[in-house]
């Protein structure tokens, strides 16, 4: 047992005597809390013992009980653990929050709260505008606005509040029926084990597991779980341009598959679907229904990142997406869709020479800025988000000309055919 172990065990007593309860939340909402246009201030009050333990060992996933407080919203006895892959630490660690993880609660209906430390990140924002562009181009992505960070009343930095790919996101973006416990659909998240591209890797279910880890439905038979996988890569590698839409296009949605490439195209990802490091950073989503799976966007804290990213950059190195792309109905989608995220990132409003994602980080830069200077566990100096939030901007003013230009020239042969990087 852990040293919190006795405590919380009188706390779950309490709690589910009735004598302890959170605060009503009738009046917050999931859309207040992820209000991106005020900085919030969030509370996780826990043994300072527990927290010493979890900075001391960032490495690994131990849960310790902890209140979270937001906006006069109390949450008693959930879940706090480190997390993150990279960007794991222990002078500021990132959090997932389980709402439920002890108690059957949840807040404001989410079962749980990701505490991103963005410790790659000078602008913290990179993230946050890339969900944005998703949601845009009408994929679903997660919500998420800045907070700071209070744990036992100590000012822990700033921080950016991811609503979670799980169940109730799930329910959100698909519906109650998608999300259901019992005979929703099956969502899977990507882990990274090595350089990958949709190879076949034969007909063991294992090889698969070690890549799709199960979010829902995990106790299922390997068999449900896994076998869909395996078929999926299997017509992957098996399917020709010509039979693409017939064998594979039931299994994974096209369309929406090329409207997220495209967005991770347009944003200058490195390390998402067609990362340099192979597949990365991505959920996969099987439908209840039999729909063709979709992919969900994760993690996307190296967006923005390339400005010399070419539209074309990697799109041989994945088989799936080699395949998509000698289909020439297919590359037209992708293309289309390229236009159509560079024209959301430049569209502008009367009066304001400015386009819109550059407003938009305009307006969190001045957000977070004066906490950003205090954060007394910054990765970066305030000098280096200054300097570093340039660079984005500069990024968001030239990029979509060149993306536009560029996939003006492919769709039509009389377009002009030069399109300089940025």
Not at 95 to 124: E, H, K, M, S
Not at 222 to 245: F, S, W
Request: charged residues 25%; glycine residues 6%.
């Amino acid at each position: 047992m852990t040293p919190s172990d006795p405590w919380l065990v009188v706390r779950a007593l309490i709690v589910a005597s009735g004598l302890w309860v959170a605060s009503p939340a009738a009046a917050q909402t999931q859309a207040a809390l992820f209000d991106d246009t005020r900085l919030h201030d969030v509370y996780l009050t826990l043994s300072q013992r527990d927290w010493d333990a979890l900075r001391a060992h960032p490495e690994v996933d131990t849960y310790y009980p902890a209140d979270l407080r937001w906006s006069g919203v109390i949450v008693r006895n959930a879940g706090i653990r480190s997390r993150g892959n990279s960007t794991r630490n222990g002078v500021k660690p990132g959090l997932r929050v389980d709402i439920n993880r002890y108690i059957d609660q949840t807040f404001l209906g989410l079962r749980a709260v990701v505490l991103d430390n963005a410790y790659t990140d000078p602008t913290l924002m990179r993230e946050v505008l890339s969900m944005k562009l998703f949601a845009r181009l009408g994929l679903p992505a997660s919500r998420e606005a800045f907070a700071r960070l209070f744990v036992n009343n100590e000012y822990a930095g700033v921080y950016v509040m991811v609503e979670p790919v799980d169940r109730t996101f799930v329910e959100r973006a698909f519906g109650t029926a998608e999300g259901n416990v019992e005979d929703g659909g099956y969502l899977y998240e990507y882990t990274w084990e090595r350089e990958y591209g949709f190879e076949y890797l034969g007909s063991s279910l294992t090889a698969y597991a070690e890549l799709f880890a199960p979010r829902t439905h995990e106790t299922d038979a390997p068999v449900r779980l896994y076998q869909p996988i395996e078929a999926l890569a299997r017509a992957v590698n098996e399917t020709t341009p010509d039979r693409l839409e017939r064998d594979v296009g039931p299994l994974v949605d096209l369309a929406a598959l090329a409207r997220f490439l495209a967005v991770q195209r347009a944003v200058g990802e490195i390390d998402g679907f067609l990362g340099n490091w192979g597949m990365s950073n991505f959920y996969l989503y099987r439908f209840r229904d039999g729909r063709p799976a979709q992919l969900l966007p994760w993690d996307a804290d190296h967006a923005f990142w390339d400005p010399n990213q070419a539209i074309d950059d990697r799109l041989d190195t994945n088989v799936l997406i080699r395949t998509i792309m000698a289909v020439p109905a297919q590359r037209q989608a992708y293309l289309q869709a390229l236009v159509d995220a560079a024209t959301a990132m430049a569209t502008v409003v009367p009066g304001d020479s400015r386009a819109w994602l550059e407003r938009e980080a305009d307006r969190l830069a001045s957000l977070i800025r004066p906490a950003v200077a205090t954060d007394p566990a910054a990765a970066f100096t305030p000098e280096e988000f200054d300097a570093n939030l340039q660079d984005l901007l500069a990024f968001l003013r030239t990029r979509p000309s060149y993306v536009l230009c560029a996939a003006g020239a492919a769709l039509d042969a009389s377009a002009p055919q030069s399109c300089p990087l940025p």
